[in-house]
């Protein structure tokens, strides 16, 4: 009798042990569940942390990379106080002035010479001035700050071509200096023994 009550109480208890059971089971899932939801958002966020610092690396090596090339054409606007004392600069500078000067004492020289001749003259001497005074202008681009970016090397190579074409300039200025004030010493001279002709004829017929 007593080992039937026991079954019987077992059987009665059954359902409740194994709906206690089944909730335990649910629990522990749900347990595993929120504990793995919990790595994978740990992992999100250290993935997230990983990129993020990869990002901000990889900007900051920009921003550097950003400012060297920044650092490095302002470098090449700025005129290096070594190339504004480079001897070529004076020399330059000395040449136009002369080319100036020599080209506003011919055009006053030019008295003996025809009209169509002394337009010719005018035009040549005042290309020529022009010529030397846009070399200047290169030369004053060439070493001012901020107008040019350019290595020092290549500032100085491209002063050494305006010098040699200054050189050619004022070259050709005193060449053709040269050739007027040979001719018109030359056409005075002839004016000269024109005019003593003139005079000598005048005095024969005079005796005559």
Avoid: W
Wanted: charged share 30%; aromatic share 8%; proline share 1%.
């Amino acid at each position: 009798m007593r080992h039937i009550l026991i079954c019987a109480l077992i059987l009665t208890l059954l359902p409740d042990l194994k709906a206690q059971k089944q909730d335990e089971k649910s629990l522990t899932q749900h347990i595993l569940q929120v504990a793995a939801n919990k790595v994978h958002l740990e992992y999100i966020k250290k993935g997230y942390r990983i990129v993020q610092e990869g990002l901000d690396i990889v900007n900051s090596f920009k921003r550097g990379e950003y400012k060297l090339h920044d650092a490095f054409f302002k470098s090449l606007k700025m005129v290096n106080p070594a190339v504004r004392r480079y001897d070529r600069v004076g020399q330059i500078i000395d040449l136009q002035k002369q080319i100036g000067r020599d080209v506003t004492s011919l055009k006053q020289e030019t008295g003996g010479f025809t009209k169509q001749e002394q337009q010719y003259i005018q035009g040549v001497l005042s290309r020529l001035l022009k010529q030397s005074e846009f070399i200047l202008d290169e030369l004053i681009t060439l070493t001012t700050d901020y107008k040019l970016e350019m290595r020092d090397d290549e500032r100085m190579a491209r002063i050494d071509k305006l010098f040699a074409a200054m050189q050619d300039a004022y070259s050709f200025c005193k060449a053709f200096g040269g050739d007027i004030r040979m001719l018109g010493g030359l056409r005075l001279s002839e004016e000269k023994e024109v005019k003593i002709s003139r005079e000598l004829h005048g005095l024969k017929d005079e005796m005559l």
